[in-house]
C-alpha cells in the first residue's frame, strides 16, 4: 500500500497524510473545546486525562500506542500513516487547545460543534486517501472483524460502546456533539473520500474498501 508510486504521487500522498492528521487532531480538540459531547474515543481520552492529569492529547497518544499493540496477535501490519497517527493527532490536539480558547456562549458553541464534525470528516478523507495505511483504532476494528468473522457494523458499535461507557464512567464528556458525530462522520468521511482520491491511482481499492467499511458503521 505504502510503496509504489507509479504516478509519481509522493509528495502529494504525503501532503495529504499529515494534514489530513492535523486536522483530525484539531478537529477534536475543537470538539472539546465545544463542550456538546465528543465522539467515543475521545470521550474515553478526556476521561483518562480527567483522572490522571495527563493532557487528552498525551492520553490519545498513549491509548493510540496501546491499541497498535493489539494488532500483533491480530497480525495486522501497520503503515506510515499508523505510526504518524499514533503521534500527530494527540500533539494537533494539544495544540489546538492551547491556541483556542473555549467559547461560553451556545450561539457560538454549537457552530462549532458542527464544524468541528465537518472538518473531521474532511482530514479522515484526506489521510485515509493517502493511502498510508489505517489508524491503529480503524486497524484493531478491521482486524477484529478479520478474526472473529462478524460484521464491521458490530465491531464497530462493540469498541466504540466499550470505550464510550468507559469513557463516561470516567468523567468524559458526552452529548449531543456525540451524537451527532457519530451520525455523521461515516458520510461525511465518504464524501470527502471521494474528492480526496488520487485520480488514476491503483489504491483507489483502499477508498473502496473504506467506503464499504464506513457504510456498514
Request: aromatic letters at 6%; charged letters at 10%; glycine letters at 16%.
Amino acid at each position: 500500500m505504502t510503496g509504489a508510486d507509479p504516478g509519481g504521487r509522493l509528495p502529494r500522498r504525503l501532503l495529504q497524510l499529515y494534514a489530513g492528521l492535523l486536522l483530525y487532531g484539531a478537529s477534536a480538540a475543537l470538539l472539546v473545546r465545544a463542550g456538546l459531547g465528543l465522539g467515543p474515543w475521545d470521550v474515553f481520552h478526556q476521561g483518562v486525562a480527567e483522572g490522571t492529569g495527563l493532557s487528552i492529547g498525551t492520553v490519545a497518544v498513549a491509548t493510540g500506542a496501546a491499541v497498535l499493540l493489539l494488532w500483533l496477535p491480530l497480525r495486522q501490519r501497520p503503515g506510515l500513516g499508523t505510526v504518524s497517527n499514533v503521534v500527530l493527532v494527540g500533539v494537533a490536539i494539544d495544540a489546538t487547545l492551547a491556541a483556542v480558547p473555549p467559547p461560553d456562549a451556545l450561539a457560538v458553541r454549537v457552530p462549532l460543534m458542527l464544524a468541528a464534525v465537518v472538518l473531521n470528516g474532511l482530514a479522515t478523507g484526506l489521510y485515509i486517501a493517502a493511502g498510508f495505511g489505517p489508524g491503529p483504532r480503524d486497524g484493531l476494528m478491521t482486524g477484529l472483524h478479520r478474526v472473529t468473522g462478524r460484521s464491521l457494523r458490530l465491531v464497530r458499535t462493540a469498541i466504540e460502546v466499550a470505550v464510550l461507557a468507559a469513557g463516561v464512567l470516567l468523567g468524559g464528556t458526552a452529548g449531543a456533539g456525540t451524537v451527532v458525530y457519530a451520525l455523521a462522520i461515516g458520510p461525511l468521511a465518504q464524501f470527502f473520500l471521494r474528492r480526496c482520491a488520487m485520480p488514476g491511482r491503483a489504491g483507489a481499492g483502499t477508498g473502496g474498501r473504506f467506503r464499504r467499511q464506513a457504510a456498514e458503521r
